[in-house]
């Protein structure tokens, strides 16, 4: 790349112009050596950089295409041009800048190119389903800050939703029942779960209006991205499409094309306070749209659907005969004295998959219990709900420990509303970053109204910026501070990115000064 001048965009340009499918997370990934590009994909690299794709996949053979001759460059030469001579260098690097391995191995232990029988050496890729299968909230940008980490360098990370660093504690009573219940918890539970962890997860749907829903409908999870997974393999064929919201989670989109789906993302009104722009939505349903999936509240965006915007999502779903799946995980996290509606609780005649857990509510996300519960017209669903009963079964059970305390964290003192509150520290600290986002020129923000995420938007103009992850890395290089980029959330523009607001205020004042020098002198 340094010797031809090329940055990471260059690549995703290239394929755009060809045809290729090739995004920004992929690239980032065959630079810094994570992932070895499919043979299809090595031709394309290859002839885009005019070099040779066995000197490319492995060092072996001359560098430049059609060579018959000439020396092998050595190839942690090849990896110090990249690091020093490439333009990439600078503070406004990609992650091939800095990364701790390269996609060529050390000259010194050659890869060999034919098996011991003079055979060519058998090469293990990933699978194809893979191809469209992204998970930015860890991705490129998240291994680049581990790789400064390793070299003694800080960085503050609001990059991903996990309470326990910033002081967030589980519940003493939690603690304390689980420590007293493991004896009993050394063996299999039943695949949906414990009996008296579903009965609570009832009770508790029950509290939530959820209709038509009995203990066989509960089903407890490894954390609710596990049950994401298995809801969508039961579902889809080839071919078969969901609707996603855009931001969304980006599990979501992840698991409908790993299931072989096709994610159809619907818009959220930034104008209008994120909601779901249900014209939008209507446009994008097919005779191949299965479902629309609904989180509310939302993660990135913060946003809470009020009823009457729940409403049309039910009437557009009961017109076009869809399922809906609805994430819920923060439905305790609901601030300024607004209540959260379920939206299975306003569609009784239609089949619904309702998704929650305690990762958030009760600030224990290493304990991994999640729950979904299914709700409404059960009759039209009886084949998915067998496929369902099958892939629970093979998982033979989640969590059984973490399990035994579902009946605990739902009854009782609900600690969290503390601090959703005035004078709460959730509630205190997004007060805080809202306020202090919004007055840095160049930034406008939407007051989330749950959860503990902002999405904040940036002036591209202002800021040249036409690469969200350049942005991420230029600011986490520059500042040591880790976000998410927009489109690490499928959203379709640069403009945007998400903080985590979980550190206490002292810190995000911090963070904010330093977003705010970076930003005065930033153009990409």
Known sequence: MALRHMKQVDFIHAASTRGVKLGKSHISQYVSGKTTPRPDIMRFLAATLNVSEDWLAAGNGPMERGSSSGSQPDSRRSLDLTADASPASSSSSSPSSSASSSPMPDSSSPTPASSPKGHPMRRFTKSTKLDNVLYDVRGPVVDEAARMEATGTHVLKLNIGNPAPFGFRTPDEVIYDMAHQLPECEGYSASKGLF??????????????????????????????????????????????????????????????????????????????????????????????????????????????????????????????????????????????????????????????????????????????????????????????????????????????????????????????????????????????????????????????????????????????????????????????????????????????????????EVLKDATAKLTDFLSYYRQ
């Open 196 to 505: 008296s962890a579903r009965k609570a997860i009832m009770q508790y749907a029950q509290l939530k209006n959820l209709p038509n829903v009995s203990i066989d409908d509960i089903y407890t999870g490894n954390g609710v991205s596990e049950l994401i997974n298995l809801s969508m393999s039961a579902l889809l064929d080839n071919g078969d499409e969901v609707l996603i919201p855009s931001p969304d989670y980006p599990l979501w989109t992840a698991c409908v094309n790993l299931a072989g789906g096709t994610a159809v993302h619907y818009l959220c009104d930034e104008q209008s306070e994120w909601y779901p722009d249900i014209d939008d939505m209507r446009s994008k349903i097919t005779d191949k749209t299965k479902a629309i999936v609904v989180i509310n509240p939302n993660n990135p965006t913060g946003a809470l659907y009020p009823k009457e915007v729940l409403q049309q999502i039910v009437d557009l779903a009961r017109e076009h005969q869809l399922m809906i799946f609805s994430d819920e995980i923060y439905d305790r996290l609901v601030m300024d004295g607004l209540q959260h509606v379920s939206i299975a609780s306003l569609a009784p005649d239609l089949f619904c998959v309702t998704f929650s857990g305690l990762s958030k509510s009760h600030m224990i996300a290493g304990y991994r219990v999640g729950w979904m519960v299914l709700s409404g017209n059960k009759n039209v669903a009886r084949d998915y709900i067998e496929g369902l009963n099958m892939l629970t079964n093979m998982r033979i059970c989640s969590n059984v420990p973490a399990q035994s305390i579902v009946q605990t964290a739902l009854g009782g003192h609900q600690s969290v509303n503390d601090y959703i509150v005035p004078g709460g520290r959730i509630y205190e600290q997004r007060d805080y970053i809202y306020n202090a986002l919004n007055s840095i020129p160049g930034v406008t923000a939407v007051k989330p109204k749950a959860a503990f995420y902002i999405f904040p938007k940036l002036d591209v103009k202002k800021f040249n910026i036409s690469d969200d992850e350049q942005f991420a890395l230029d600011l986490l290089h520059d500042e040591r501070i880790l976000i998410t980029r927009g489109g690490g959330f499928n959203w379709h523009e640069p403009d945007h990115f998400r903080i985590v607001y979980l550190p206490r205020i």
